[in-house]
Structure formats: structure tokens, C-alpha cells
Nanobody, 121 residues
Framework: QVQLVESGGGLVQAGGSLRLSCAASGRTFSSYAMGWFRQAPGKEREFVAISWSAGATIYAGSVKGRFTISRDNAKNTVYLQMSSLKPEDTAVYYC???????????????WGQGTQVTVSS
């Protein structure tokens, strides 16, 4: 069983930056694919970024070049550095862990509780 706890959300002006953290329990963190997803009011949960256990990463087109996912396996933590934030980035951000990396949220076994990110114009 893996438990995920996000932190680092908040209110920021457009153009600003935030770093989200997701701390995982369990000794098998390094073998899991870790993803960040987000969900805005009235919208479906969408893929933001994924880090494979071996370190490869992919990003949604809407955040590529602005967001960076990274992981520290020694600390069982995955990060999402967000820069040049836009009002349309406003959402609840969730981290997820799973055996298989996927842009489909239903493929992930473990989820955090979510952290709110609000970008004001």
C-alpha cells in the first residue's frame, strides 16, 4: 500500500511560479511511475506530467516548457515545478502512483488528496 500526500499549492499571480511536492510512503516508490493530474471545476481530470521509474518524463502540450516533473527516490518524493503560470492552470492538482505509466488517470492505483492551485489574472 502506498500513501501520497501533496503540498505546495496556493494562490499566485499570472506569470508566477509554484512547486508542488508529493511525499509517498512505502519502500517501492522508486519502482512506480508517478504522475501529476489536475481537475478544474466542471471538467474531467487531465494528465499534466509523468515520470517513469527509470526517469523519463512526458508532459501535456498545455504545460510543456513551463512545468517540470522530477523525483527524488531517496526521499520518496515527486515534484512539479510550475512556472509562467496562467489563469487556465487553476485547478486541484493530484499526484498519482502506479505500476504502469499512462496519461489515463484510471490506470493509477494510488492518489493523493489534492492541492489547490489558483492563478489570478
Amino acid at each position: 500500500q502506498v500513501q501520497l500526500v501533496e503540498s505546495g499549492g496556493g494562490l499566485v499571480q499570472a506569470g508566477g511560479s509554484l512547486r508542488l511536492s508529493c511525499a509517498a510512503s512505502g519502500r517501492t516508490f522508486s519502482s512506480y511511475a508517478m504522475g501529476w493530474f489536475r481537475q478544474a471545476p466542471g471538467k474531467e481530470r487531465e494528465f499534466v506530467a509523468i515520470s517513469w521509474s527509470a526517469g523519463a518524463t512526458i508532459y501535456a502540450g498545455s504545460v510543456k516548457g513551463r512545468f517540470t516533473i522530477s523525483r527524488d527516490n531517496a526521499k520518496n518524493t515527486v515534484y512539479l515545478q510550475m512556472s509562467s503560470l496562467k489563469p487556465e492552470d487553476t485547478a486541484v492538482y493530484y499526484c498519482a502512483g502506479g505500476i504502469q505509466a499512462s496519461v489515463r488517470p484510471e490506470m493509477y492505483n494510488y492518489w493523493g488528496q489534492g492541492t489547490q492551485v489558483t492563478v489570478s489574472s
